[in-house]
């Protein structure tokens, strides 16, 4: 069935879009916009009223934890999907870091068959760059490629070996695929459960400074520069980190960067009380650090914000701080989290888009990020004044650790289509 979406704001930035008008989807692609269409379409159409509601290009995340296969009992890609759509999700990457890693071939069709199955949002895997992650010897890049990899990381650890991270580089460069870095030097962090500072010496939790990230960040880009290849820095979180990569796009590199909502949002005093919750890697940084985040936004340094869902089970949160797993979820928060960026008049509603469709497709060459007549109808419809609270058990996410319990938010997706089909829709709002 055709649909269109009448009478909403459409904001397409790479088109430099932002006005009220119709948007027209059939077999799954976008084929008109414009105001009034809905008079002389088909009577199979189906439409949908949207006004006073933003359209935008399906929202993409460039790093999302899925846990399949291995560690379902967290996450699974159903789950997962469900969970992405319901935040306004239209595509995932899908980090590597599974048990076992996506480091072959076979895991990579099982990412692929499972994501299929699912039917929700697209999922893009991301191949390991090492045989198990364990930094020692390349892995299969050639064979994940031909099975449909975007990209190559060991996320969830770094690469610390140079000479092998050049030779992963080079051969990236081969295959046409970035290379997206964990900037963590271990030697450095090394026992660190959260950012080292004034917060953690007060809370007596063992620490780790944020010359872990940076210094890696900036040996890295020497790699990059050696080499030629495409060169993503995941999750960064320093204002040193975001100096180096500001530097690096001045020489004319090709180096992206991305950063999360969690840490635009919170700093280390979240982490004050034991908040298990709130313990990420990277860790949450300090105001000065969190206020370069922001100017890295403005500024057009960070590409494109990520949400690193984290899922874990209330097993591995649920001990002392220092023995709780790194991380959160963040699919379903990550929207209204962003939007706050626009209320503080950080960044307008097109940069905001932007930076969580068009350049996140961009990023990593994928299909989307766009609503151009021709275009994947791939769409997210937003309320940006939806007022709602976070209750972790209505989450979709299989975890519920977020440190956003009980927090008030503003904004969220209201309606998500994948292909010119609804995946997801707020109950009860449009029947």
């Not at 499972?114 to 991301?126: D, M």
């Not at 060991?154 to 000479?163: H, K």
């Not at 940069?351 to 994947?376: K, N």
């Not at 004044?385 to 977020?402: C, D, F, I, M, Y």
């Amino acid at each position: 069935m055709d649909l269109c979406l009448r009478g909403g704001r459409v904001i397409d930035p790479g088109r430099n879009v932002d006005s009220e008008a119709d948007l027209l989807l059939q077999d799954g692609r976008v084929v008109r916009i414009d105001r009034g269409i809905t008079a002389t379409l088909p009577a199979r159409t189906r439409v949908v009223d949207v006004s006073g509601l933003w359209v935008v290009p399906g929202l993409i995340d460039l790093h999302t934890h899925l846990r399949e296969p291995g560690q379902e009992y967290k996450e699974d890609i159903a789950s997962g999907t469900r969970a992405a759509v319901a935040g306004g999700f239209t595509a995932v990457c899908a980090m590597p870091n599974t048990v076992p890693p996506n480091d072959c071939r076979a895991v990579t069709d099982l990412i692929v068959t499972q994501a299929r199955a699912a039917g929700l949002a697209r999922v893009y895997p991301i191949g390991a760059v090492s045989k198990g992650q364990k930094g020692e010897e390349l892995a299969e890049i050639g064979e994940m490629k031909d099975a449909g990899i975007v990209a190559i990381s060991d996320d969830g650890r770094p690469v610390m070996n140079a000479e092998l991270l050049r030779r992963a580089m080079e051969y990236a460069r081969t295959f046409g695929l970035p290379v997206i870095q964990h900037c963590e030097d271990l030697t450095l962090s090394h026992g660190g459960a959260m950012n080292e500072g004034a917060v953690s010496t007060r809370a007596g939790i063992r620490a780790q400074p944020g010359t872990a990230e940076s210094s890696m960040v900036a040996r890295d880009i020497e790699i990059c520069a050696l080499t030629g290849a495409r060169y993503h820095v995941a999750h960064v979180s320093t204002a040193e980190s975001v100096a180096r990569v500001r530097e690096a796009k001045r020489r004319g590199l090709p180096v992206t960067c991305e950063v999360t909502p969690h840490h635009l949002t919170l700093t280390d005093e979240a982490c004050a009380q034991y908040d298990t919750h709130a313990k990420c890697n990277p860790p949450l940084r300090t105001a000065a650090d969190q206020a370069a985040l922001r100017e890295g936004l403005r500024d057009g340094t960070i590409d494109a914000i990520a949400t690193d869902h984290a899922p874990h089970s209330q097993i591995e949160k649920d001990v002392e701080f220092e023995q709780a797993a790194f991380g959160m979820i963040g699919l379903e928060t990550a929207l209204p989290l962003s939007l706050e960026l626009v209320q503080a008049g950080i960044v307008s509603p097109g940069h905001l888009v932007s930076l969580l469709s068009t350049r996140p497709a961009a990023v990593l060459g994928l299909p989307g990020g766009s609503l151009a007549i021709g275009a994947v109808g791939d769409v997210t419809v937003i309320d940006p004044h939806a007022a709602w609270t976070v209750e972790p058990g209505l989450l979709q996410s299989r975890s519920k650790n977020t440190p956003f319990a009980g927090r008030p938010m503003v904004g969220r997706a209201v309606l998500t289509i994948v292909a010119g089909g609804i995946v997801f829709a707020e109950e009860n709002r449009f029947v």
